[in-house]
């Protein structure tokens, strides 16, 4: 059979006559989703799945802590500490604390084992351990001149300056408790209260000296701990030195 006999027939219609008989125009209604409507819908997936995660508790994506989905939204740390969601006063402060000591760490090293020149340990030093009258006070208005730790001495020029001014009672509470509870130091817990009655009693402008803090080393501020650990780890009086 041979196509249609017709004078204006050329070989490009007979080609396109036999494409549209074998696909027709698409019915109007049936035309492809418009661009703009499969952006919409991928929208409206990327929206939804970020609601859905957090709200089912199953993960939530941090982008400063990319690991917290791997790790099920949660602190992957063992349930130590943590009373349902919530962590007990002395997880919390250590937490905190753990944050705040960056800015200690600069001088006393990342793992407290000080920095020749710079700055004494805090690892295993009985100014850490000891008398918690003398620790805040340390912190509170700075300390300068000889120091022995460990049976080492230190006499670092300028000493430390103080932190009273610029850290908040709680601040300070917190990095004081981190410290007393890392690089193997064991301490009770310091607490915001304790803190501020030192700054409400002592009030000195001038760094302490080692010699001015003797009355201080072994006694411990009054106060109140929260039951937990931080009421009960290694209350322990200092080394004698
Ligand atoms: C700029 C450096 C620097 C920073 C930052 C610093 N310290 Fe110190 N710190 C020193 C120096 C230096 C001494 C010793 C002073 C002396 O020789 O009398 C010292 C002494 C101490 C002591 C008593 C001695 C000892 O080693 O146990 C404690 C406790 C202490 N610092 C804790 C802290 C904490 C907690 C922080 C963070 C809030 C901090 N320091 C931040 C330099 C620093």
Redesign the pocket.
Known sequence: MSAPAHPDSTDLDRLHSAVKREKEDLAPENRPAPLWATFLLMLVAIVAGAQLGPMTGGWSFDISNPFSIASGGGDPRPNDGIVGDTLDPFALAMKKGGS??A??G???GPTGL?NAG?????AG?E??TGGTER?IR??QHG???P?T?KGQN???PN??QP?GATMSAQDLAN??TF?RNSFGNEGTMITKEMVQKVRDEEKRASQWTDADLKPFAEKNVPGDIPAGPGATAAAAPAPAK
Do not use: Q, R
Not at 118 to 122: F, G, I, R, T
């Open positions: 705040s000591y800015m200690c600069g001088c006393h000080g710079v700055a004494p340990p805090l030093s100014y850490v620790m340390i912190l300390i300068t001149g120091l730790i230190y006499n670092i000493g430390m932190f990095v004081l410290v």
